[in-house]
């Protein structure tokens, strides 16, 4: 079992849609949780980040993380062709020494 | 907007050759990494530093070297690349007091003939 772990996809959603990309993590002590975005050619960027359970809500961009379910999502509402990107979650473990595992990322196709 | 750099951008060089790659932070960032990434693959992880005077090797093979005499600029050598060396370089950094948000430069694409 990879320690982070995305479906690949493709994703395809219409222009306008919500769009939920999720990730599991195998260490149940991780303690902190980033989503970042990577358009093609391009660097990864840091869009969200999250510690505690619940939701977190930035503009068009929600956080999900439920620690018990080693779960963490995230949503984007009205989604816009411009999102159109592969999205990495990474989790920072404690086992290891509080090292960060990004998973293979998602691909976002958002259809105008 | 992080400021971290690397160069070269591009990088066209022959097989046998010894290669350094650049990568500087002018944010005072203790943590930087080293990842390679094929086109449309995930982030492998090939060395990192916890600050000044350490490395460790990541998850990935690599031989390639890498050095932290200063906190601003974490270099890796390649001593004698090859085609499978042919990948993109992306180097980052974070603060890594509180978290570990890493803020990437813009990487550096390497084609070995």
Known sequence: QKEVEQNSGPLSVPEGAIASLNCTYSDRGS??????????????????FIYSNGDK?????????NKASQYVSLLIRDSQPSDSATYLCAVTLVKGGFKTIFGAGTRLFVKA | EADIYQTPRYLVIGTGK?????????????KMYWYQQDPGMELH????????????????????TVSRIRTEHFPLTLESARPSHTSQ????????????????????RLTVL
């Open chain 2, 89 to 108: 370089y992306l180097c980052a950094s974070s603060e890594g007091t509180r978290s570990d948000e890493q803020f990437f430069g813009p990487g550096t």
């Open chain 1, 57 to 65: 809500e930035d503009g068009r961009f929600t956080a999900q993380l």
């Open chain 1, 31 to 48: 303690q902190s949780f980033f989503w970042y975005r990577q358009y093609s050619g391009k660097s990864p960027e840091l869009i969200m």
């Open chain 2, 18 to 30: 010894k290669i350094t790659l650049e990568c500087s932070q002018t944010m005072g960032h203790d």
């Open chain 2, 45 to 64: 992880l090939i060395h990192y530093s916890y600050g000044v005077n350490s490395t460790e090797k990541g998850d990935l093979s690599s031989e390639s």
